[in-house]
């Protein structure tokens, strides 16, 4: 059986980061490949067929632990394939080109996102190298082409749609967040300092409330660093300066996601930017595969797998639309369901892991052939 190092972040329990979920999916998923993954020690969570690779010492990916990489470079030689399912960076790139490479051995890159706010077309031309490059979006395929980049294949990201899947509320989920059964609940799965989404949400909050009097805020952010965590102490503050404080949850870290889409009546990502997120951000896949109604932000990246049909699309720049599509749902939820199953339809078309599994295991195939 040919062999596959999945060169990633720490794969590691929670199941709260898009990029080490996905990866974690795809090994135990992709027929007719050895998987070897990269974890903090051993994992006991992982599936026996997963094979590990005791790289790092934490499940934190910082600088320290980016250098502890090159402890692969003296056994990559014995995998059939090396995929780096790392966002591509002069500095990473550098290292896997100089340290990370074998004769014998094929690459793959994964591009989850072109960072165009970081880097001219000139430079996509340097931080790709792989044999085969894989991009998540039709978008980022067809720039890297027209850049005259070759061995370009779109997959898109997938996940597991039976664990994301449309039940009832969880009762212990709605004790533990102080949720009870006539809220109505709206969550925002997305990032406190990055996106340009919290102040718009903060600000609308208070009307909400008050044509809304049974609604309910989730904030489903993890605190990921000091600046994240500086921009949550700064929304506490405004929202207990405004009286609305009790309104509102805080989640963290939630190594449950499915529950808290399922505890959701609607699920909103009004983003102004996607700097730094993957082109297809999993946590609108999930709620999409939750048969949640979702609130998108009308940007070109967004648009290629969100449309009036499975989802609620409003303009990025307009900050009034947010609210009016939330009350819009709120009083037809008729319109509310029709929207989630159509997504979570069109999620089971597009984004099943175990068609996007299939999906890797034919480029493997190809790729060693």
């Not at 061995?151 to 994301?164: A, C, E, K, S, W």
């Not at 109505?184 to 600000?203: C, K, Q």
């Not at 609607?266 to 709620?287: Q, S, T, Y």
Request: hydrophobic share 40%; aromatic share 10%; charged share 25%.
């Amino acid at each position: 059986m040919k062999k596959v190092l999945l060169v990633t972040r720490p794969i590691t329990p929670p199941w709260d980061e898009a990029s080490k979920n996905f990866a974690y999916f795809l090994a135990k998923t992709t027929p007719g490949f050895e998987f070897h993954v990269l974890t903090p020690g051993q994992v006991d969570a992982l599936e026996p067929h997963i094979k590990q690779e005791h790289i790092y010492s934490s499940a934190h990916l910082d600088w320290l632990q980016r250098l502890r990489l090159l402890a692969i470079a003296p056994i990559i030689k014995k995998f059939d394939i090396a995929h780096f399912m790392l966002t591509p960076n002069k500095l990473n790139t550098w290292a896997f080109k100089t340290f990370l490479t074998s004769k014998t051995t094929k690459t793959i890159q994964t591009i989850a996102t072109l960072r165009e706010d970081l880097f001219e077309d000139a430079d996509f031309k340097k931080i790709i190298f792989a044999d085969l490059v894989i991009t998540y979006s039709d978008y980022a395929k067809n720039k890297l082409e027209k850049l005259g980049l070759a061995n370009i294949v779109r997959i898109y990201p997938g996940i597991d749609t039976d664990l994301y899947s449309p039940t009832s509320k969880n009762m212990r989920a709605m004790d533990l967040l102080g949720i009870k059964q006539e809220d109505f609940i709206i969550s925002y799965p997305g990032e406190y300092t990055r996106l340009g989404a919290t102040d718009d949400i903060v600000e609308m909050l208070p009307d909400l409330f008050e044509k809304i009097p049974t609604a309910k805020f989730i904030f489903a952010c993890r605190v990921k660093n000091e600046k994240d965590a500086r921009k949550k102490d700064e929304v506490v503050a405004t929202l207990k300066e405004r009286g609305i404080f009790e309104k509102i949850i805080f989640t963290d870290t939630f190594t449950d996601m499915p529950k808290l889409y399922n505890l959701s009546d609607v699920v909103i990502f009004p983003v102004r930017n996607m700097e730094g997120k993957f082109d297809v951000p999993l946590a609108v896949i999930e709620a999409f595969a939750c048969e949640k109604p979702v609130i998108v932000s009308n940007l070109p990246i967004l648009e290629e797998f969100s449309s009036s049909e499975n989802a609620v699309m409003i303009d990025a720049k307009d900050s009034a639309q947010l609210p009016a599509a939330i009350i819009d749902l709120f009083e037809n939820r008729e319109k509310c369901e029709k929207i989630g199953k159509a997504a979570r339809a069109y999620t089971l078309e597009n984004f099943d892991i175990k068609d996007v599994a299939n999906q890797y295991s034919e480029a493997y195939t190809k790729l060693l052939s």
